[in-house]
């Protein structure tokens, strides 16, 4: 099972490398990573934020 919680220490915490991903402020942003479901189907990542709360579209 993915752990995001353990992901986003790892990746985006105090202690990581990648200094300029550290998150400073707070909005809502989902992803959802999903499985394929038949053949043609190669499976995928979904990202959701609200733009009200943020930059507008832009996402970095």
Same mark, same amino acid.
Request: aromatic letters at 12%.
């Given at each position: 099972?993915?752990?995001?919680? !353990?992901?986003?220490? #790892?990746?985006?915490?105090?202690?990581?490398?990648?200094?300029?991903? !550290?998150?400073?402020?707070? #909005? #809502? #942003?989902?992803?959802?990573?999903?499985?394929?479901?038949?053949?043609? /189907?190669?499976?995928?990542?979904?990202?959701?934020? /609200?733009?009200?709360?943020?930059?507008?579209?832009?996402?970095?």
């Amino acid at each position: 099972m993915f752990k995001a919680k !353990q992901f986003v220490d #790892t990746h985006f915490g105090k202690n990581s490398s990648a200094k300029n991903l !550290q998150f400073r402020k707070g #909005t #809502t #942003t989902l992803a959802f990573i999903y499985e394929p479901k038949t053949d043609a /189907d190669v499976g995928g990542i979904i990202i959701a934020v /609200d733009s009200r709360a943020s930059a507008g579209e832009y996402i970095c």
